[in-house]
């Protein structure tokens, strides 16, 4: 169990660029979030999977965001043209299909908009 | 729709003295109930939860929780702070009952435990 994996841990880029973070969950974990937190909130559900099907998705995601997870392991968060707004971390968490689980962090990656 | 409240932005304590961090919540089935620890530029660490059975929950780092289901809370507690428990804690609730997997989080207490 090598926890949750995330990269890269910290991004800087222009706005109307594209970025794409990365999240490895722990194996065998079936579920994957995605989590926004900004600096002094709470993290706030952008969405979730089971295997390789995004079965929930937040008003937050707006068509500039999306996420996949392909093959029911690995993750993607992509974000089109970033705006200044975006700037926040963006934390990703895995748990096991059953029912009460823990859910397990990863270390986030930071996005810096300029 | 699932809910939780942390009605306190700031808590602080002396070293030594006993510490309780508030949270409600508000589900329409049965919650999971959760806290997390966060220290800075660090992702959640989980602490303890509460599924079902005894309505006190130890969890790590000499924490516990105590779920109350008529005051829909689940405060959490430790005897005797310590410095190194300066951080920012997060209470969260899974309502799994509806067929819902998604985890919603306070918006965080932060703890200052002062030596």
């Known amino acids: 169990d090598t926890g949750v994996s995330q990269n890269p841990r910290h991004k800087i880029t222009k706005r109307g660029q594209n970025v794409t973070f990365r999240c490895d969950p722990i194996s065998e974990h079936n579920r994957l979030y995605w989590y926004r937190q900004t600096l002094g909130q709470g993290p706030e559900f952008l969405t979730y999977f089971q295997n390789e099907a995004q079965l929930e998705k937040s008003r937050l995601l707006s068509d500039r965001f999306s996420a996949e997870r392909p093959k029911g392991s690995f993750s993607t968060l992509e974000i089109q043209r970033t705006e200044q707004g975006d700037s926040a971390m963006y934390l990703c968490a895995s748990i096991p299909g059953q029912p009460g689980n823990t859910i397990y962090f990863g270390e986030g990656s930071w996005l810096t908009v300029v | 729709a699932q809910s939780v409240a942390q009605p306190e932005d700031q808590v602080n304590v002396a070293e030594g003295n006993p510490l309780t961090v508030k949270c409600t919540y508000s589900v329409s089935g049965n919650p999971y109930l959760f806290w997390y620890v966060q220290y800075p530029n660090r992702g959640l660490q989980f602490l303890l939860k509460?599924?079902?059975?005894?309505?006190l929950v130890k969890g790590s780092y000499g924490f516990e929780a105590e779920f109350n289901k008529s005051q829909t809370s689940f405060h959490l507690k430790k005897p005797s702070a310590l410095v190194s428990d300066s951080a920012l804690y997060f209470c969260a609730v899974r309502d799994e009952s509806t067929g819902g997997f998604k985890t919603i989080f306070g918006a965080g207490t932060r703890l200052f435990v002062k030596a």
């Open positions: 509460y599924i079902t059975g005894d309505n």
